[in-house]
């Protein structure tokens, strides 16, 4: 079974500190996403990543930045933490090959920024 | 535009009883996939539907898709309290190997003994 895992499940941090939220998957999968979920609003996508230090912008790049050095390892960068940033970041991995299973989720990071 | 619209966004419901949830999409695609979301955790993949007409069931959960009406459906049968949850669609509309997904806004479900 793939596993997705994400570094903390709760994290409390103050306006303005940098922010690194950091995601890991063992199946050897191109391609990685980071989500952010907010109560009414769905899912929206940050960035992902295709391949290692491939990146594209999501629908909401702006305040957050990503690194992908190892494949199995895609990290979210709150630059400098604003309130508005207080969400559920969900991480999710999927390969070209498996496409067709669709993208396999980590358990989230609770953000709040206080 | 690419839009994945679900609804209904909010679904009470006694136990014992059947209900639809529909997912209608933007544009053509032939890949889809619904996914459970139990509060406060992530998301749990569900069904996987890759071609017209296929369905899928697992317990009292059915998906249908239909890719000329650009329609999904998740069917519930005879619900139970466990079923509880928010149900996410989401539609693969690029082939290519982003694997990138567009999701509906999602449908809590809640069932009421």
Redesign the interface.
């Known amino acids: 079974d793939v596993k997705v895992t994400q570094s903390s499940r709760y994290l409390v941090k103050r306006t303005g500190e940098k922010v690194f939220l950091e995601c890991v998957q063992d199946m050897d999968h191109e391609n990685m996403f980071w989500y952010r979920q907010d109560p009414g609003l769905g899912l929206r996508l940050i960035y992902f990543s295709y391949d290692v230090k491939m990146k594209e912008k999501g629908d909401i790049p702006e305040g957050y930045s990503v690194s992908r050095e190892k494949k199995e390892r895609f990290s979210l960068i709150l630059e400098s933490a604003s309130t508005n940033q207080t969400s559920m970041y969900l991480c999710a991995s999927s390969s070209p090959s498996t496409n067709r299973k669709g993208q396999f989720f980590g358990p989230g990071t609770r953000l709040t920024v206080l | 535009e690419l839009k994945v619209e679900q609804n209904p966004l909010f679904l009470s419901m006694q136990e014992g009883k059947n209900y639809t949830i529909y997912c209608n999409y933007s544009t053509t695609s032939d890949?889809l996939?619904w996914?459970r979301q139990d509060p406060?955790?992530?998301?749990?993949?569900l069904f996987?539907l890759?071609s017209n007409g296929a369905v899928k069931q697992e317990g009292r959960l059915m998906a249908s898709l239909d890719t000329k009406a650009r329609l999904s459906t998740l069917h519930i049968t005879a619900a139970v309290h466990d079923l509880s949850a928010t149900y996410?669609c989401?539609v693969?509309f690029i082939s290519s190997?982003?694997?990138?997904?567009i999701?509906?806004?999602?449908t809590t479900l809640q069932v009421k003994p």
Not at chain 2, 40 to 45: C, D, I, M
């Open positions: 890949r996939y996914y406060g955790k992530s998301l749990e993949s996987v890759l996410f989401a693969d190997n982003t694997g990138k997904l999701f509906g806004q999602g």
